[in-house]
């Protein structure tokens, strides 16, 4: 099953993503407030066995898509886990020998078939597709054997970036990563339950139709259980938190001359057993 968060008129639930529309489940479990709380509650078969026999309650178009889980206590993204992302720097490393991390806020995405946001200090709004796991069983010091243990669901992420402004310091990126609405996360959490789901899954994304990144899971340089494994070293994992877990090459600032984003773009970004993940682009 799918499970989103989305707004109506009537307010925010969660519940189950069908091809006709959404199920409300939040309203027969008031004890578990978002899907944060499903997750630490581990719960979500739960919700599945509610959803059983029922009907849509919200059509689509009655509807859109939040934030799968709306306020993570940390969102930790993985930077250059591809190779041909990492022969972009050209800096002679065929690998580095620890993953780029940094830390994104919850309000710098939006959801599904909302616009992605160009702020007007800056033209230089780029896509980044990624997969992102989400934490169910908290940990610290979690070794990468029993790693996936610690999964609850998957998603999908564009990891959107000011690009220009992840170079106006020396060592950081937080300020081109971080612009309000400038990346997106969903459209739902498809529940993790076989390494299948992660080892070696196809990640694409399209602007205006045409394939721009193309690449496989198997082929990260720092495979999720390392991810796992190294980020739980030196911070204790929680329900909820999102590791967003790296992006192919084939952004629109490695195109010569560069291919940014504009208003009225449309970005599909797509991986295998999870599904598809669009948003359009707007100025600020």
């Given at each position: 099953?799918r499970?989103?968060?989305?707004?109506?008129?009537?307010?925010?639930?969660?519940?189950?993503?069908?091809?006709?529309?959404?199920?409300?489940?939040?309203?027969?479990?008031?004890q578990?407030?978002?899907?944060?709380?499903?997750?630490?509650?581990?719960?979500?078969?739960?919700?599945?066995?509610?959803?059983?026999?029922?009907?849509?309650?919200?059509?689509?178009?009655?509807?859109?898509?939040?934030?799968?889980?709306?306020?993570?206590?940390?969102?930790?993204?993985v930077?250059?886990?591809f190779?041909?992302?990492?022969?972009?720097?050209?800096?002679?490393?065929?690998?580095?020998?620890?993953?780029?991390?940094?830390?994104?806020?919850?309000?710098?995405?939006?959801?599904?078939?909302?616009?992605?946001?160009r702020?007007p200090?800056?033209?230089?709004?780029?896509?980044?597709?990624e997969?992102?796991?989400?934490?169910?069983?908290?940990?610290r010091?979690?070794?990468?054997?029993?790693?996936?243990?610690h999964?609850?669901?998957?998603?999908?992420?564009?990891?959107?970036?000011?690009?220009?402004?992840?170079?106006?310091?020396?060592?950081?990126?937080?300020?081109?990563?971080?612009?309000?609405?400038?990346?997106?996360?969903?459209?739902?959490?498809?529940?993790?339950?076989?390494?299948a789901?992660l080892?070696?899954?196809?990640?694409?994304?399209?602007?205006?139709?045409?394939?721009?990144?193309?690449?496989?899971?198997?082929?990260?340089?720092?495979?999720?259980?390392?991810?796992?494994e190294?980020?739980?070293?030196?911070?204790?994992?929680?329900?909820?938190?999102?590791?967003?877990?790296?992006?192919?090459?084939?952004?629109?600032?490695?195109?010569?001359p560069?291919?940014?984003?504009?208003?009225g773009?449309?970005v599909?970004?797509?991986?295998?057993?999870?599904?598809?993940?669009v948003?359009?682009?707007?100025?600020?």
């Amino acid at each position: 099953m799918r499970f989103a968060t989305y707004r109506t008129d009537g307010g925010t639930y969660y519940g189950v993503a069908t091809d006709e529309g959404m199920i409300a489940l939040s309203p027969d479990f008031p004890q578990w407030p978002t899907l944060r709380e499903v997750i630490a509650a581990d719960a979500l078969h739960d919700l599945a066995l509610a959803a059983r026999g029922r009907s849509v309650t919200h059509p689509n178009g009655s509807f859109r898509y939040e934030i799968p889980i709306p306020l993570p206590e940390k969102i930790i993204c993985v930077g250059v886990n591809f190779p041909d992302r990492n022969a972009e720097y050209k800096d002679g490393q065929e690998a580095p020998p620890n993953m780029s991390l940094f830390i994104r806020f919850p309000r710098s995405f939006t959801g599904a078939g909302q616009p992605l946001i160009r702020p007007p200090e800056t033209p230089q709004l780029d896509y980044e597709a990624e997969i992102a796991v989400v934490i169910g069983k908290g940990g610290r010091r979690i070794p990468q054997a029993r790693a996936y243990d610690h999964i609850a669901a998957i998603t999908l992420c564009n990891e959107g970036t000011l690009r220009d402004w992840v170079r106006h310091a020396k060592f950081n990126v937080t300020q081109g990563k971080n612009w309000d609405r400038s990346g997106a996360i969903g459209p739902w959490l498809v529940p993790f339950s076989a390494p299948a789901q992660l080892d070696d899954i196809r990640l694409t994304t399209k602007v205006n139709g045409e394939l721009r990144q193309d690449d496989r899971t198997s082929r990260m340089l720092f495979p999720i259980r390392r991810q796992i494994e190294y980020i739980s070293t030196f911070t204790t994992l929680v329900p909820g938190d999102i590791i967003v877990t790296g992006t192919p090459t084939g952004a629109g600032a490695r195109f010569d001359p560069p291919r940014f984003l504009k208003p009225g773009d449309v970005v599909e970004i797509e991986a295998e057993g999870i599904g598809k993940l669009v948003n359009t682009v707007e100025d600020e």
